[in-house]
């Protein structure tokens, strides 16, 4: 940002006019914001793209079952014995269920919504036990396209009605898993948010020791998140934009974390130039010209990144994409405008009790990092090989990773009602008939493909094929978790049986095949995305190094901290948290923080290398540059590693697990390959980091003396 622009922005008359712009904008964006949460569409199948099978089958299922239609299960449990007036009561209440608001009556080519002992009989399911513990009632909601959202209180009725002294009512189905991760999600627009920026302050008042400045960090994060909100609102209601409980979640996270990154290196910068200019007008016009390329190319990697998430087969990872772009550009606008004008009307008294006077030394010239710096230049080539060594070993933990996804009662980080009904029913030999493998294929083909289907292993007998125009469905239930391996396998073995069947032009959807469908695109988005987003990545730190051969290490150092991390996190899952497994996404969602979070880092150093070396050499610059940046970007690491670790409380083990890699990843970046490897390798290589540039053609090995000089920043 050239100096006279980044003065115009922090003017004596233009400072309030930008404080006027964004209060105004944040007033406007609070009317909206809140409505995000109105949009999501945390629906599996609106997640998968079209060239799915189980998206093909919904077209044509439309002409048997309605797509809006939400199977749920009430499951009665009483150890001992459900008594006969259990059951009566059990029937009693099948019938007010069908009476509440959005229950689908039953029809013709329908079973009634309720199973009952009375009706088990005539349509052949298993209401009761056999061993006469448990009892299960179906009821079939339909609230239109946005039911999902009114699953919680529909659940509510149900256990309003389903009151039997002695005997324990689970919610569960379909229906009842949509309730529980309403309920797992409920907190992303409150709890997740004030978690995170009590963290947040926590750090911030430990880095200023200042009980004012966060304040001005953490207000000028607040007016980015309501405003990049309200524009996700309107994509979302409009351009159908893909907004789900996750990406929702991800965006609070990373525009707080990042924001909150961006102010800490700003006023970083901007203290220094205090300490130099008499007037802090000119002050912030030198900080934000020197520190805004760092900061806009830093942003630039990430929302390139994000973006590169488009390409992904995944309608949920696709949407991500724009969501988290949106978050960071408003987040660097916002931190590049506002932030800066906050600081120059408050004043230096801003900063009491350490108010940086005009002429005073600056601090990190003789603290932590210039002591590192000062260990690293005798052997720098003895630590960066040592280093990368030992993170290498960190990757062996790799091979303990497993992605092949999660059943549903490993999903949660606590186990919610429609997982305990799950094993309940289960554990009795009851079959959740909410849960089926839903075929369509060619009406003369129909009684072949049911007869296919009886042999299949984890399925049911399929029910008689319904034929309407061309086109049979045939449907059978799945005895198995419907997000399960072996659901999976059962899918897997209809399809196998029903694809053989000669001119059926067979498809098979259904709940399992829709998770199925959606492990397979997202293991093949993690083969498409990540080296696109490596390319991207290299390309953006070649035009501004203008090297080529300090991106590709500082590319390797990034991928090598990655996997250092998901090392590390694999064996904490399995072996400290005790999870199950992995979502087949995870990856992917890893990398894509990591790499775009952990090279932001990597920038803020070699900006800084770069801007000293023209004055100073390569190994010279390289000690001012750690000695400069290490405490605020320590800072800052710890910041995002805080805020990504405050996913945990929000009970999915998918944001648990990826706030867990992040925060490994972020502090392995700054502690170790920020500070110590890429110092290393600059101090070893000299000039020679620049290939193909001379940009330090009087390259030299740093003298006794030299190193230990002041070190100071030459403008």
């Known amino acids: 940002m050239h100096r006279q622009i980044a003065g115009s922005l922090t003017g004596r008359a233009t400072k309030w006019v930008v404080l006027i712009a964004w209060l105004a904008i944040a007033a406007g964006s609070s009317m909206f914001a809140s409505k995000l949460i109105d949009v999501q569409n945390n629906e599996a199948s609106s997640w998968l793209p079209e060239s799915a099978e189980s998206t093909q089958a919904l077209e044509k299922l439309g002409a048997f079952q309605d797509v809006n239609a939400i199977p749920t299960l009430v499951v009665y449990q009483r150890d001992g014995g459900l008594t006969q007036d259990d059951l009566a009561a059990i029937e009693d209440q099948a019938t007010e269920f069908a009476s509440l608001n959005g229950v689908d009556q039953p029809t013709?080519?329908?079973?009634?919504?309720?199973?009952?002992?009375?009706?088990?009989?005539?349509?052949?399911?298993?209401?009761?036990?056999?061993?006469?513990?448990?009892?299960?009632?179906?009821?079939?909601?339909?609230?239109?396209?946005?039911?999902?959202?009114?699953?919680?209180?529909?659940?509510?009725?149900?256990?309003?009605?389903?009151?039997?002294?002695?005997?324990?009512?689970?919610?569960?189905?379909?229906?009842?898993?949509?309730?529980?991760?309403?309920?797992?999600?409920?907190?992303?627009?409150?709890?997740?948010?004030?978690?995170?920026?009590?963290?947040?302050?926590?750090?911030?008042?430990?880095?200023?020791?200042?009980?004012?400045?966060?304040?001005?960090?953490?207000?000028?994060?607040?007016?980015?998140?309501?405003?990049?909100?309200?524009?996700?609102?309107?994509?979302?209601?409009?351009?159908?934009?893909?907004?789900?409980?996750?990406?929702?979640?991800?965006?609070?996270?990373?525009?707080?974390?990042?924001?909150?990154?961006?102010?800490?290196?700003?006023?970083?910068?901007?203290?220094?130039?205090?300490?130099?200019?008499?007037?802090?007008?000119?002050?912030?016009?030198?900080?934000?010209?020197?520190?805004?390329?760092?900061?806009?190319?830093?942003?630039?990697?990430?929302?390139?990144?994000?973006?590169?998430?488009?390409?992904?087969?995944?309608?949920?990872?696709a949407g991500l994409g724009p969501v988290a772009a949106i978050g960071i550009a408003v987040t660097l606008l916002v931190q590049i405008t506002l932030l800066p004008a906050l600081l120059v009307i408050t004043g230096r008294w801003i900063f009491w009790p350490r108010r940086p006077a005009f002429g005073s030394a600056e601090p990190t010239q003789t603290g932590f990092w210039a002591k590192v710096g000062r260990r690293i230049v005798p052997n720098p080539r003895r630590v960066w090989v040592a280093t990368s060594v030992i993170l290498a070993v960190c990757c062996l933990g790799l091979f303990?990773?497993?992605?092949?996804?999660?059943?549903?009662?490993?999903?949660?980080?606590?186990?919610?009602?429609?997982?305990?009904?799950?094993?309940?029913?289960?554990?009795?030999?009851?079959?959740?008939?909410?849960?089926?493998?839903?075929?369509?294929?060619?009406?003369?083909?129909?009684?072949?493909?049911?007869?296919?289907?009886?042999?299949?292993?984890?399925?049911?007998?399929?029910?008689?094929?319904?034929?309407?125009?061309?086109?049979?469905?045939?449907?059978?239930?799945?005895?198995?978790?419907?997000?399960?391996?072996?659901?999976?396998?059962?899918?897997?073995?209809?399809?196998?049986?029903?694809?053989a069947v000669d001119g059926a032009d067979a498809l098979v959807g259904g709940g399992s095949a829709f998770y199925l469908d959606t492990k397979e695109a997202a293991n093949a988005d993690n083969r498409l995305i990540i080296p696109i987003i490596l390319v991207m990545v290299f390309l953006i730190l070649m035009a501004l190094l203008r090297s080529v051969l300090a991106p590709l290490i500082l590319m390797a150092t990034v991928v090598l901290s990655f996997g250092a991390a998901l090392g590390i996190s694999s064996l904490l899952f399995e072996y400290v948290f005790g999870f199950a497994g992995s979502d087949p996404g995870f990856p992917l969602f890893a990398f894509v923080f990591l790499v775009a979070l952990g090279i932001d880092y990597n920038i803020f150093?070699?900006?800084?290398?770069?801007?000293?070396?023209?004055?100073?050499?390569?190994?010279?610059?390289s000690l001012v540059a750690l000695t400069s940046t290490g405490?605020?970007?320590?800072?800052?690491?710890?910041?995002?590693?805080?805020?990504?670790?405050?996913?945990?409380?929000?009970?999915?083990?998918?944001?648990?697990?990826?706030?867990?890699?992040?925060?490994?990843?972020?502090?392995?970046?700054?502690?170790?390959?920020?500070?110590?490897?890429?110092?290393?390798i600059n101090m070893d290589l000299g000039g020679k980091i620049w290939w193909p540039s001379k940009l330090d053609s009087d390259d030299h090995h740093l003298t006794t003396a030299e190193i230990q000089e002041p070190i100071e920043t030459v403008h």
């Open 108 to 317: 013709a080519d329908r079973p009634p919504p309720v199973i009952s002992p009375a009706t088990a009989q005539q349509i052949g399911f298993p209401a009761v036990s056999e061993d006469g513990d448990v009892a299960q009632t179906q009821v079939t909601f339909n609230f239109g396209a946005d039911g999902w959202n009114a699953l919680p209180d529909a659940a509510d009725d149900l256990r309003g009605i389903a009151d039997i002294d002695g005997v324990d009512v689970y919610i569960a189905g379909m229906g009842g898993q949509a309730a529980d991760a309403a309920e797992a999600f409920g907190g992303i627009d409150t709890t997740l948010l004030f978690a995170t920026l009590g963290v947040v302050i926590l750090i911030l008042l430990f880095t200023y020791r200042s009980p004012v400045l966060w304040i001005l960090p953490i207000l000028c994060a607040g007016i980015a998140l309501f405003t990049a909100q309200a524009l996700i609102y309107f994509l979302a209601k409009y351009a159908d934009l893909t907004v789900n409980g996750q990406s929702q979640a991800i965006l609070t996270i990373l525009v707080i974390g990042a924001g909150t990154d961006y102010a800490l290196l700003l006023v970083a910068r901007y203290r220094e130039e205090l300490r130099r200019h008499g007037d802090r007008h000119e002050a912030m016009a030198f900080a934000l010209h020197r520190a805004a390329p760092a900061l806009i190319a830093s942003a630039a990697t990430v929302i390139i990144g994000m973006l590169c998430l488009l390409f992904a087969e995944m309608n949920s990872t």
């Open 631 to 680: 405490g605020v970007i320590t800072s800052a690491g710890l910041v995002l590693a805080a805020t990504f670790l405050v996913l945990g409380t929000i009970p999915v083990v998918f944001l648990a697990q990826l706030g867990v890699a992040v925060a490994l990843g972020v502090i392995l970046d700054t502690m170790i390959v920020r500070s110590v490897l890429v110092t290393a």
């Open 400 to 499: 303990t990773l497993d992605t092949n996804g999660l059943a549903t009662e490993d999903s949660y980080t606590k186990e919610f009602e429609s997982i305990t009904g799950q094993k309940v029913l289960v554990d009795h030999g009851l079959v959740d008939q909410s849960n089926t493998v839903a075929v369509v294929a060619n009406a003369d083909a129909g009684e072949a493909v049911a007869t296919a289907m009886t042999d299949v292993e984890g399925v049911e007998d399929p029910k008689p094929p319904v034929v309407k125009g061309d086109v049979a469905f045939i449907e059978a239930a799945i005895d198995s978790d419907p997000s399960s391996p072996a659901a999976f396998s059962a899918v897997e073995g209809v399809r196998d049986a029903v694809h």
């Open 605 to 621: 150093l070699m900006t800084r290398v770069r801007e000293e070396t023209m004055h100073l050499g390569t190994r010279k610059g």
